[in-house]
Each structure stands twice: as C-alpha cells, then as structure tokens.
C-alpha cells in the first residue's frame, strides 16, 4: 500500500506536461516549433477528457521495438536499444503529423493518436510513412537507425505539444501498458495528468516469498502458465548470446544445460527472482551459482570469472549477478545455465526462447514426483 501512495504520489509531481520541459530535450529551437505544437480541436468541447487503458485490446497496442532495451532519457523520453534494421512500431493507431528529416535527431515520425496522445519516433534510418497516412498499431513507420555503435530509436509521448514522462504510461522494463485511466485536465497553458483509476492485475513471479505455500503439497499436478509472467520478473540470463551447446546427449555424456556464449566478462542475469542458496567455486564448474524459485524451480550458472551475490541474498530477475568467465573445465568464455524442477534438470528451452531471449507462453503441468510437462 505504501508502494502504491508513493507512486500516485509520483505520478502527481511528474505528470505535469507543459512548455518549460521543453528545454529539457534537445531538439533545436526550430525543430521544436514544428514538433512541439498544439492539438487542435483537444480541448474544445471541456477543459478535461480521459484516456482509458484499461479496455485496450492485445492488437490495439505494441511497444516500438519489442526485442529493444529501453532506457529512461531526463524523464521525458526513451532510448530504446535494439539491432541494425530492427522494425520501428506505431504504439496506436493513429494518423502520421509528421514524417520528415530532423538536423540533430535525423529522420523522425510524429503520430497523432485518437486517444489525444502523440508519440514521436526520432534517429530512424528511413522513414517508411507519410504526413496524412494512416496507421495500426503495431504497423512498421520506420527502420531504426544507427550511429556507427548501436541501434536506437528515441520514442517520446506529447500531449497538446508538451512533452510526458514515458513512466507515466509505460511500465518501461517490461514493454507493457500501464492499464490504468488517466485524467487529462487544461490548465491555463500546462496539462495536468492525473491517474484516476489503476486496474489491479495479480502477478504471476518465482519469487518464493511470492508464492507461500506449495500447491503440490495438496495436489499431485499444477499448471503454470508462464504466459502469466510479467517480464520484469524474468529475464533471460545472457542476452545477445548464441548457443554453443544444447541441452542433452553429448555423446555418450548428457549435458545438463545449455552453454551460451557471448564474449568474456559480459554480464549474467538472474532469470528469475529468487534466493542464491549457492555462491562460489564448485568443481568442474567454476565459479557457480544457484538461485531458489518457488514452486521447486532452481536455476544455475557457472563458469563465471566472477559472482557478484552471495549466498543467501535476493536477487531480482534482470539483476547482475555475475560475469561470464573460463573457470572451471570450460576451454572458451561462456556461461552453462542449468534449470531445475525439485533437483532434477530440465531443458531450458521449455521455458525460453533461446533464438529471441523470450520466455516463452507455455502452460506447464508439474508433477509432484518431479514431471513436468
């Protein structure tokens, strides 16, 4: 609950959208006279509207780059991190404003959506819509650009030509809508926004803390739907990776995980929020860890040139928790991750995605006797 009044709280301090943020960005003087410009007709009926998020439809939204990393740029705009000539998606539908080329930003798309929202799509490569064309959510409006060293697109929302912290719509880490209502009120040359109605949705985490009791200790099966994970509570362990070695028989050995290689000393992430019950060296694998789910469900990474968590401490998922490394038997840099059902190995590739490091949407029956499937 405290968590909860902090963030209205939040909310109420930096929703205030109006000219002075302007400065904060850095488009030109000129570009942000013709980006920065009123809505017409916003507030011609009432000095307040609402924009409801709560009754969205799956196909009436996407994230702009939905494999991209986003970052939260002075509060006001995200940087969003993806690959060369990754698709640049309209948030809603809408109409294009603008589609043209900017002195600082390069090519830059300006939609106009029917919510009374406006997103803005800067540093693309090219520009693949038009000023009037009209748009679907999810449609591509542009191919990402890149500056020589990576990949970015910088997304911003106006309303009524001032700028809005993206937090204030965007659950950022996880890519998702924030299903919420929110109040849009005119006052003299600022908008203030106010979130009058939150949608309460219970939250599917391997936290163990999460979790309380075991629902195998009353039942012999029990689904998990891992399509009910948000993803700020799961991550996959070494983005960016390949794999080197699958899951199962090596020859007359079977591989207890998979091996993912990136380059050395990158960063390993918990995959899951848990508890290390394991932090150290420990034989052919190196240095090793051992996370604790809930449900019976462990992970394990080794080989690491260094753990950065210890033994009974609580990580989150996406948290670093070590660097990958040649320790133990491994004869090149890489990361072996393991994951276990009440201490027996499984594939990870029933929970992820490994070619789009993506958790994938299946639903799992335990066993009590250890099964899954």
């Known amino acids: 609950m405290k968590k909860f009044h902090s963030y209205i709280t939040l909310c109420l301090l930096a929703l ?67 690959t060369k000539g990754d698709a640049v998606k309209a948030m809603f539908a809408g109409t294009v404003r603008m589609a043209r080329r900017s002195e600082q930003y390069g090519n830059v798309v300006i939609i106009r959506h029917d919510n009374g929202l406006e997103t803005v799509y800067a540093r693309n490569a090219q520009n693949l819509v038009k000023p009037g064309q009209r748009v679907k959510a999810g449609q591509t409006v542009a191919i990402v650009g890149n500056d020589g060293q990576k990949a970015t697109c910088y997304f911003a929302f106006l309303i009524n030509g001032g700028w809005i912290n993206p937090e204030t719509i965007l659950e950022v880490k996880g890519h998702k809508l924030r299903r919420q209502v929110v109040q849009c009120r005119k006052s003299g040359n600022h908008v203030v926004l106010t979130v009058t109605k939150e949608e309460k949705q219970a939250k599917l985490t391997l936290d163990p803390d999460d979790v309380g009791e075991d629902p195998l200790l009353k039942n012999a099966t029990f689904k998990l739907d891992l399509g009910k994970i948000e993803q700020e509570h799961w991550s996959y362990p070494l983005p960016g990776a390949h794999i080197i070695s699958q899951y199962g028989q090596r020859g007359k050995k079977t591989h207890s995980g998979v091996d993912i290689k990136t380059k050395a000393n990158d960063e390993v992430l918990a995959a899951f929020d848990g508890v290390v019950v394991q932090s ?28 950065t968590v210890r033994a009974g401490q609580k990580v989150k998922a996406g948290q670093v928790i070590g660097y990958t490394g040649q320790t133990g038997r491994a004869t090149t840099p890489h990361l072996h991750f393991e994951l276990r059902f009440k201490s027996r190995t499984i594939n990870p590739g029933v929970f992820f995605d490994h070619a789009n490091y993506k958790l994938k949407a299946n639903v799992l029956t335990l066993g009590r006797n250890g099964s899954v499937r």
């Open 16 to 82: 205030l959208v109006s000219g002075e943020l302007h400065a904060q960005h850095q488009f030109s003087a000129t570009e942000q006279a013709v980006i920065s410009v009123p809505t017409p007709g916003l507030f011609t009926h009432s000095n307040a509207f609402e924009i409801n998020f709560t009754i969205l439809k799956d196909n009436e939204y996407s994230f702009p780059l939905p494999v991209g990393k986003a970052e939260v740029i002075g509060g006001q705009a995200l940087e969003i991190t993806t």
């Open 280 to 307: 150290g060296p420990y034989f052919a694998y190196g240095n090793y860890i051992v996370i604790r789910h809930a449900y019976g469900f462990s992970t394990c990474y080794s080989h690491q040139s260094k753990n």
